[in-house]
């Protein structure tokens, strides 16, 4: 019917197009927020940290700072014109210390200065009278005296007591996993710039840049449309900068609103990570009944987190969590409760997985003392107990898993390292050394993709086409390093048929596209992704009714392909057709706008469906540990990742690839270490050990699943990425255990907590051998 | 030094009024306004502020270093590369630019101009690209995005290619041989001093008593790059070519006083090939290629990785002063925490190493958390001479394990003369328990240095005693 080329556009989707800051990455000149010049007269400014965990904030002298050369101002939580409230989900969270300081590291006050050296040496001066209160600074502290920031949560699904009961097996326990400091290589910048009248200007490493624009409002007392958060690229961000940038942006602007002069907060980094949140550690207390073939029949268990000082996301990391409780079991009677405990530390926030991987690592913990138990392999409980396709398929929320392909990942991944073969190897060797001991584990995952919350699964976008054809290409999401940028161009350049190139993506902005959501949760592609297809389909509809007069046939028959527009066998190029757009007076911009369909949650209730589709992947992993030190090699990491109908491979195996290394630290060598008076021991990367290039895996293989389109209608079919590979990571966590356990002829449950340091691998082993002699 | 001058990108640079105690990443991002490379830390562990420097007497090659450590006088007369150096006039990219580009190894791109730096260095090495030199030459450079495999990809991929930079470190130093070296920067009230020879640096001790010496800056750095506040007087040893000198004798090897890392390794390697192996875990290679042997002595610290294996081996520094010279064993100089017998006007002058006697072996070990560029939880380095199956010589220090690294002497005078067998052992955790009463900190538990320590001694019997050793986790 048309004589449409065969042609393919060149950066389309499903093609492994690179980054688009590639050259500019390694050119050095990307430019990040602190490399942007910046106005003659724009101040620097520091933070006053409190030095201790629970304190009275007697009084604040700033005297002798203001004394200080190049001071400009100094301000504490007195100072702020509007509300001193900043929270993202409840409310009353500060950002700067109000009458108490929560923890070490809470902003009390801040200094602006003419240069970043002015600022910080003044920031040591400021003189505060703190009246010293005792910390509660553990979980159990906080359990004990039923300390929370938020109400608690649960998801109940039967009668769980009665289960355990009538249950033939029963087994209890207690795993815990550690925090994460997001070591986003940037750290956290705010620029804020003061305009005519009330107007605000802020530029912000954020994720979120309307939650940055609603908190700098309140603070300063603004309406919303006075302030405008823009966001080119961060250096790296991975949940750290979602409600965390906020604080830093706010008190940046409640300077600038002080001193009408530009204001740029970097932090330093023992600042960074003293000052702002990080993934939540969880103490996971469980009762398993269960037959003697290992299906689960009853399962009760707490996860409670530490939360930190104030709620911030925590209500939603727990029910991510919670929601996660069961990874890819079918959990007939359940009962799943969670906390969010109060202690005197950071507010722990966004981390990649958000709850998911804690949640997982809880149900392995639980699936692994199944196994040992019953003496079978990790692998068969795992299958006996997995979601069944039309029977045994709902989740302890109600929600039915409709695309489960769990089965079909773990055969892959069988199919592609033979596990058998695999395992007796291991085995061999564990005979042959007696010093060190290798372990082999799978892990499967099965990640629910959307926010909890309906409401935030929404998204904009703002697509203009020039009269030369180019296209210029806003939407709400923001650039981390994730590759959204170029996949949405991606969709872009395929909705127009139009080569990559042609579309740019510029700086998010809060003036371009209004009330965002954070990109998080995996759900940039998806959301904002489906919102640019939605502008562009506008656009393009009004281009083929001025395409249609033009050749004088039917809308329905003009086609565009490579870069052109066809009728039949007459065509036009694409830029030609723009301009003729323009001349007919005929719109070549368009909002888009996208709300995923399907879902609804209850949190009350814990029930809903709250996840559009599941993204899959299971991983096998081989360690070593050294038995006299309890160092530990990750030598072999075996992954399939599930992520539908790729946009971008490349971008996804990145993802992929990233994620694990990130889980692989996250349980291995990233320790987060607080001394007794809550001071964080782990503030710099000389304490605080992010996995190196030595860490990652000596042989380590991706495979992305193929032929794998999501059954949802996903933005071309693809599936979210950035989140579900961490949580293979799990894997490293049970192999180690199972090389502890080798010590015991794998008859006994290591006591093997997370994260995995020499010191907790040596204790482990320690007491396998006291226990099995 | 009337000014200071130096090669940046190839242009010549004459700086007149930074301060001496400006951090090189400040001034090339706030003076030159080149932003490539990153603070990602301001403590030398992160590399994103990595550059290259080819110095007149390190070799014509640019070697890596962390900019965010050295002060600026530390570039005086040398040659400096940038990340927005490399690329070609007509902007084609560096192989190991291009080969980044092609492996997708970069992702939020933060750290990508440190990595670029720290390839090109490896590069100018002509080291074969493999998985092991390449770790060792990424140490220094976290990357929180990519999980490093397609960044390992693109190092293999730029060896294969020319390295289109090969000779240029040798034709900017070629170019700064007319700039006269100068001996002082004064600016601001804040000097540093680079003495040319012994007597100027007798002469300025003299005329500073208070002002520290300045070996690589990786100790002392971290004063201007953290605490904002460098010292306002600092001394360079590098400048002073007796306290370069390695000379490897019949019954000593000595090192001098200004001697980097990198510069003794060769010359470890032969020797002391298990104390090679342990200075390769020292920080990275951008630390390795500033930091001194002589700074970790000075620098007294209960974790210093040197300290030790010196002790074990019992190594003397050479101590030198306008009023003469005087020897001490490493043990006897460390007096305390971080606290040593260096006297005002004293510099150390050597470092003196008995190379080992027939049959006798050195073996150290370092425990972390992370393998590569962490401080150690635990150094245990040992000197053994087996005599039919029996301990005829064992000294055997440790780090880690009290406010010193300091000498067992319970486990020492316990273990020589045993049978170098497992059953030999049973008491060791006990002994270790004598000689040590360690603490809690970051790094690990009383309890984990103890056990730790004491399994080490189990190791060292494993690998040096009779019959096949066990396999070790490195040979895996
Ligand atoms: C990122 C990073 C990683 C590190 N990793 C390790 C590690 O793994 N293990 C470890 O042991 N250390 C480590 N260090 C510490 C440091 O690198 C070493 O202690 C180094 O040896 C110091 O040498 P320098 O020449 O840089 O010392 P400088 O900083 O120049 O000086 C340190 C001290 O020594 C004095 N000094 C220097 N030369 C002389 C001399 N000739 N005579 C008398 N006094 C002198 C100085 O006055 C000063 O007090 C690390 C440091 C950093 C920043
Ligand atoms: S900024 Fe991190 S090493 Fe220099
Ligand atoms: S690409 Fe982000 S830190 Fe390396």
Redesign the interface.
């Known amino acids: 019917m048309t004589a449409a080329p065969a042609h393919r556009i060149k950066g389309g989707v499903q093609s492994?197009v690179?980054?688009e800051?590639?050259?500019?990455?390694?050119?050095?000149?990307?430019?990040?927020l602190?490399?942007v010049?910046t106005v003659p007269g724009t101040l620097e400014a520091a933070l006053v940290l409190s030095p201790h965990a629970h304190a009275r904030i007697a009084s604040v002298d700033f005297a002798r700072a203001l004394a200080a050369p190049g001071v400009r101002a100094a301000i504490a939580a007195g100072d702020i014109p509007g509300r001193n409230d900043i929270a993202p989900i409840l409310k009353g969270e500060p950002a700067l210390a109000d009458g108490v300081a929560e923890y070490v590291g809470h902003p009390v006050a801040a200094i602006a200065a003419d240069t970043l050296?002015q600022a910080?040496?003044a920031a040591k001066r400021v003189e505060i009278a703190y009246e010293v209160l005792p910390p509660v600074l553990t979980i159990e502290e906080a359990l004990e005296r039923g300390l929370l920031v938020a109400p608690e949560q649960k998801i109940e699904r039967g009668d769980v007591g009665p289960a355990l009961d009538a249950a033939p097996l029963r087994l209890a326990g207690e795993a815990r996993c550690g925090g994460q400091d997001?070591?986003?290589?940037?750290?956290q910048i705010a620029l804020a710039v003061p305009g005519e009248e009330r107007d605000m200007q802020v530029f912000s490493s954020t994720q979120h840049p309307t939650e940055v624009q609603h908190g700098v409002a309140h603070l300063l007392g603004l309406p919303f449309n006075a302030v405008t958060v823009d966001v080119r690229?961060?250096?790296?961000?991975?949940g750290g900068k979602e409600s965390q940038a906020t604080i830093i942006a706010g008190i940046a602007a409640l300077l600038a609103w002080k001193t009408r002069r530009p204001v740029k907060l970097r932090l330093?980094?023992?600042d960074d990570m003293q000052a702002t949140g990080k993934r939540h550690p969880f103490l996971i207390r469980y009762e398993v009944g269960f037959d003697p073939e290992g299906r689960i029949q009853a399962l009760d268990m707490l996860y409670a987190a530490n939360a930190g000082n104030v709620a911030d996301l925590s209500p939603a990391v727990i029910a991510r969590a919670l929601c996660h409780a069961d990874n890819c079991y079918f959990l007939p009677n359940v009962r799943l409760r969670g906390l969010a405990c109060k202690t005197n530390t950071v507010s722990n926030t966004a981390f990649r997985g958000f709850g998911g991987p804690q949640g997982m690592f809880g149900i392995e913990a639980v699936i692994d003392a199944v196994a040992r138990h019953l003496r079978l392999p990790l692998e068969t409980v795992r299958q006996r107990n997995f979601y069944g396709i039309g029977r045994n398929d709902t989740t302890p929320y109600g929600m039915k898993v409709e695309d489960n392909i769990i089965e079909r990942v773990m055969a892959e991944l069988d199919g592609a390292v033979d596990l058998a073969r695999w395992r007796s190897e291991i085995d061999a060797f564990n005979r042959a050394?007696?010093?060190?001991k290798k372990g082999l584990a799978t892990m499967p995952v099965k990640f629910g993709i959307s926010f909890n919350l309906t409401t935030l699964n929404q998204a904009g976008a703002l697509v203009h086409v020039y009269t030369d054809g180019s296209v210029h290409l806003n939407h709400g999401g923001t650039e981390?390093?994730?590759?959204l940028f170029v996949k949405i161009a991606q969709v872009v350049a395929e909705a127009f048929q139009i080569d990559v190139e042609h579309v740019r993506v510029s700086a998010t902005s809060t003036g371009k596209v209004p009330n965002t959501s954070a990109t998080a949760a995996s759900s940039g592609t998806d959301m904002n992704g489906m919102a640019a297809l939605d502008a562009a389909g506008r656009i393009k509809a009004r281009m083929a009714e001025v395409a249609a007069a033009h050749f004088g046939v039917p809308a329905g028959e003009i086609v565009f392909a490579d870069n052109r527009v066809f009728a039949g066998n007459k065509s036009l190029a694409f830029a030609e057709l723009a301009e003729m757009c323009w001349r007919r007076r005929v719109s070549l911009s368009s909002t888009g706008y996208y709300r995923t369909p399907k879902i609804h949650w209850d949190g009350q209730a814990g029930k809903g469906r709250p996840f559009y589709y599941f993204v899959y992947g299971a991983a096998a992993c081989e360690v070593?540990i050294?038995t006299?030190?309890?160092?530990?090699?990750t030598?072999r990491a075996e992954l399939v990742q599930d992520c539908g109908r790729s946009i971008n491979p490349?971008?996804d195996?990145?993802q992929t690839?990233?994620?694990?290394?990130?889980g692989l630290g996250w349980l291995t060598?990233e320790?987060l270490?607080w001394d007794r008076a809550g001071r964080l021991?782990?503030h710099?990367?000389?304490?605080y050990?992010?996995?190196?290039?030595?860490?990652?895996p000596?042989v380590?293989n991706v495979r992305l699943l193929p032929d794998a389109p999501n059954r949802e209608d996903t933005v071309f079919r693809s599936k979210a990425i950035g989140e579900p590979p961490l949580m293979l990571a799990i894997a490293v966590w049970l192999a180690a255990r199972d090389a502890v356990a080798s010590l015991g002829d794998h008859r006994l449950a290591p006591k093997l907590d997370a994260p995995m340091?020499?010191?907790r691998i040596?204790?482990a082993v320690?007491d396998m051998k006291a226990r099995s002699a | 030094m009337a000014a200071l001058r130096f090669l940046l990108n190839g242009q010549r640079v004459v700086e007149d009024s930074a301060s001496p105690t400006m951090t090189v990443l400040d001034y090339l991002?706030g003076v030159r306004?080149?932003?490539?490379?990153?603070?990602?830390?301001?403590?030398?562990?992160?590399g994103?502020c990595t550059i290259a420097v080819a110095w007149p007497h390190g070799g014509a090659r640019y070697r890596a270093v962390n900019s965010c450590l050295m002060l600026l006088p530390q570039i005086d007369g040398a040659a400096v590369l940038?990340?927005?150096g490399?690329?070609a006039p007509d902007g084609a990219?560096h192989p190991v630019?291009?080969a980044?580009?092609e492996t997708?190894g970069?992702?939020?791109?933060?750290?990508?101009?440190g990595f670029?730096m720290a390839m090109l260095a490896f590069r100018q090495g002509g080291e074969t690209a493999d998985?092991a030199a390449?770790?060792d030459a990424?140490?220094g450079?976290?990357?929180?995005?990519?999980?490093?495999?397609?960044?390992?990809d693109a190092c293999k991929r730029a060896a294969a290619a020319p390295d289109p930079l090969a000779a240029r470190a040798a034709e900017d130093l070629a170019r700064l041989s007319d700039v006269p070296p100068g001996i002082g920067y004064t600016r601001h009230g804040r000097s540093f001093y680079a003495p040319r020879s012994i007597d100027d640096l007798h002469q300025l001790l003299r005329q500073n008593p208070e002002a520290p010496l300045l070996g690589g800056g990786t100790d002392l750095g971290l004063l201007a790059s953290?605490e904002?506040r460098g010292p306002p007087v600092v001394i360079s040893t590098q400048s002073v070519p007796e306290l370069k000198r390695i000379l490897r004798g019949p019954d000593v090897q000595t090192f001098g006083g200004a001697v980097t890392y990198a510069e003794a390794l060769p010359c470890l390697d032969s020797d002391f090939p298990s104390f090679a192996a342990l200075v390769r875990r020292i920080g990275s290679r951008q630390i390795r290629n500033l930091g001194t042997l002589a700074g970790n002595i000075a620098t007294a610290s209960p974790i210093g990785d040197t300290l030790p294996c010196l002790i074990a081996l019992g190594a003397s520094v050479v101590l030198r002063s306008a009023e003469g010279t005087r020897r001490l064993e490493v043990e006897s100089f460390i007096t305390g925490y971080r606290k040593t017998d260096l006297r005002p006007g004293e510099f150390i002058d050597a470092i003196e190493i008995p190379r080992l006697g027939n049959g006798q072996r050195f073996v150290a070990?370092k425990?972390?958390?992370?393998?590569?560029?962490?401080?150690s939880?635990v150094i245990a380095a040992f000197r053994l001479e087996l005599d039919r199956g029996r301990l005829a010589e064992f000294r055997a220090a440790f780090g880690g394990m009290a406010a010193t690294p300091r000498r067992a002497s319970a486990l020492e005078a316990a273990l020589t003369g045993r049978m170098w067998r497992r059953e030999s052992l049973v008491d060791v955790d006990a002994l270790v328990a004598r000689d040590f009463q360690p603490i809690d900190?970051?790094?690990?538990?009383a309890a984990?240095r103890l056990?730790?320590a004491a399994?080490?001694v189990?190791?060292l019997q494993?690998e040096t005693g009779a019959g096949p050793a066990?396999?070790?986790?490195d040979a895996?």
């Not at chain 2, 970069?106 to 101009?113: A, H, L, V």
């Open positions: 492994p690179r980054h800051s590639a050259i500019g990455h390694v050119t050095g000149s990307a430019l990040y602190d490399d010049p050296d910080r040496a997001h070591f986003y290589l940037e750290g690229r961060m250096g790296g961000a991975f330093a980094r023992d050394n007696p010093v060190v981390m390093g994730q590759g070593a050294d006299l030190t309890g160092e530990m090699r030598l490349a971008i195996l990145g690839e990233g994620a694990f290394v990130q060598t320790e270490w021991g782990t710099g990367p000389s304490t050990k992010i996995p190196g290039s030595r860490d990652v000596p380590f340091t020499p010191e040596l204790a320690d | 991002r306004r080149l932003t490539g490379a990153k603070e990602g830390c301001a403590e030398g562990d992160c994103a940038t990340v927005e490399l690329a990219l630019q291009q980044l580009v997708d970069t992702q939020c791109g933060f750290c990508t101009p670029v998985d390449i770790h990424l140490a450079n976290l990357c929180r995005c990519t999980g490093y495999r397609p960044i390992v953290k904002r070990y425990l972390s958390k992370r393998f590569d560029q962490d401080i939880a900190d970051v790094r690990a538990t984990y056990r730790a399994n080490l189990r190791r494993l066990p396999a070790g986790l895996l």
